[in-house]
T-cell receptor
Framework: GAGVSQSPRYKVAKRGQDVALRCDPI?????LFWYQQALGQGPEFLTY????????KSGLPSDRFFAERPEGSVSTLKIQRTQQEDSAVYLC?????????????FGPGTRLTVT | GNSVTQMEGPVTLSEEAFLTINCTYT??????LFWYVQYPGEGLQLLLK?????DKGSNKGFEATYRKETTSFHLEKGSVQVSDSAVYFC????????????FGKGTTLSVSS
């Protein structure tokens, strides 16, 4: 079956531009996560949805970052007025249920470069 | 707070050598523990997991045992292959915050023939 997909795979933005990153989770997965992975580091949690409800956004680094999942399926991560420090790979993951024993399936990521 | 510490890399081995990548964790309650692998040019994929103390996760010849007494989840493989060259991430999922994964920094493994 289809895995988690993300688009675009690569995005170059000029400093100050707004960007929108899309995630299509595995069908039927309740939980959806966004992570940020800086070069040479492990992924770091940004935000989490259970269906359409955003239950935790404690990892979002600033109020320039905004995420939504309006129908409990596709999710969009938006970054306003991009800065160079936003350059990273943004990973989306989905999980069947909201419990720690369930595996998270990762998408290929969107590599954002801010120039 | 919850955290994961894994050994620094890179780890360079010859084919058929024994592999150990150390991972220790700090967490409240009873987390689940995972090893994820990222092959060159590919996304993160689950290698193995353990959800309670003394569980052993295994896959593709890799093993790791959930040791609560030493708060460890070391990854081992008896005989590595060139195709095992990748970045390995240890991670935990706690009973809080929507079960978001907390990752270590990753260990790069390079296997030569």
């Amino acid at each position: 079956g289809a895995g988690v997909s993300q688009s675009p795979r690569y995005k170059v933005a000029k400093r100050g531009q707004d960007v929108a990153l899309r995630c299509d989770p595995i069908s039927g997965h309740v939980s959806l996560f966004w992570y940020q992975q800086a070069l040479g580091q492990g992924p770091e949690f940004l935000t989490y949805f259970q269906n359409e409800a955003q239950l935790d956004k404690s990892g979002l680094p600033s109020d320039r970052f905004f995420a939504e999942r309006p129908e409990g399926s596709v999710s969009t991560l938006k970054i306003q007025r991009t800065q160079q420090e936003d350059s990273a790979v943004y990973l989306c993951a989905s999980s069947l249920r909201d419990f720690r024993i369930y595996e998270q399936y990762f998408g290929p990521g969107t590599r954002l470069t801010v120039t | 707070g919850n955290s994961v510490t894994q050994m620094e890399g890179p780890v360079t081995l010859s084919e058929e050598a024994f592999l150990t990548i150390n991972c220790t964790y700090t967490a409240t309650g009873y987390p689940s523990l995972f090893w994820y692998v990222q092959y060159p040019g590919e996304g993160l994929q689950l290698l193995l997991k353990a959800t309670k103390a003394d569980d052993k996760g295994s896959n593709k010849g890799f093993e790791a045992t959930y040791r609560k007494e030493t708060t460890s989840f070391h990854l081992e493989k008896g005989s590595v292959q060139v195709s095992d060259s990748a970045v390995y991430f240890c991670a935990l999922s706690a009973d809080q915050a929507g079960t978001a994964l907390i990752f270590g920094k990753g260990t790069t493994l390079s296997v030569s023939s």
